[in-house]
Structure formats: structure tokens, C-alpha cells
């Protein structure tokens, strides 16, 4: 069963960070890109970052820039989101998704769609 499970949301003070985990099941992991995605409530879901099937290109949205971080680990079929100097707009549901295509998850829309989607964990940032 191809699977992808989100861990670390919380709620954190703006100023604050938090580290995003996604394990992946099921399927060959290094032949996958994978992307973060966030929405939050009333709003579309929306790309915030995604990294190729080596790690090695990484590609962000404007506004997580220089705040956030995706990474992954192939021996541990893992991919991260460090997010630093968090603010209240952050504050959403972010899932993970898979798919063998990286330029499909940078240019996903809403009502999209991508091979594998995590259930997604939430993201709350107080002020």
C-alpha cells in the first residue's frame, strides 16, 4: 500500500519554528519527487516547496523563501520542511505528496492532481 504520513505540526508562537516529517511507504522512494503543500482554512491549497528525486535542486514559493527548507533522506524514505521565523499566515493543514514528474508539483492547482498525497498535519502559529 503506497502510503505517505505527515508528523510535527503543533502550535508554535510566531518567531518560532518547527520541523515537518513525511515517511513514505509502498513505493520506490528515490524515484520520486516530493513536494509540501499548505492550506489553510477558507483558502485553496496551495505549493509552498519541493525538492527532485536526489535532493540535490530545490525549488520554494516566494513566501516561505529563506524561511523554510525542504530536504529529504532516501536511506529513511523521509522528506523534511524545517520552518523558521514562522508567522500567523503560516498557520495551515501541510501535506506532503510524491509524484515521478518534479515539474508536476511545482505547477500543481487546485483541483489538481499528483500521484501519492499524505492525510496532512496541522500548522498552527499563534501571535
Known amino acids: 500500500q503506497v502510503q505517505l504520513v505527515e508528523s510535527g505540526g503543533g502550535s508554535v508562537q510566531a518567531g518560532g519554528s518547527l520541523r515537518l516529517s513525511c515517511a513514505a511507504s509502498g513505493l520506490t522512494f528515490a524515484s520520486y519527487s516530493l513536494g509540501w503543500y499548505r492550506q489553510a482554512p477558507g483558502k485553496e491549497r496551495e505549493f509552498v516547496a519541493d525538492i527532485n528525486w536526489s535532493g540535490g535542486t530545490t525549488y520554494y514559493s516566494e513566501f516561505v523563501k529563506g524561511r523554510f527548507t525542504i530536504s529529504r533522506d532516501n536511506t529513511k524514505n523521509t522528506v523534511y520542511l524545517q520552518m523558521n521565523s514562522l508567522k500567523p499566515e503560516d498557520t495551515a493543514v501541510y501535506y506532503c505528496?510524491?509524484?515521478?514528474?518534479?515539474?508536476?508539483?511545482?505547477?500543481?492547482?487546485?483541483?489538481?492532481?499528483?500521484?501519492?498525497w499524505g492525510q496532512g498535519t496541522l500548522v498552527t502559529v499563534s501571535s
Open positions: 505528496a510524491a509524484d515521478r514528474l518534479w515539474t508536476r508539483l511545482r505547477n500543481y492547482l487546485p483541483g489538481g492532481d499528483l500521484e501519492v
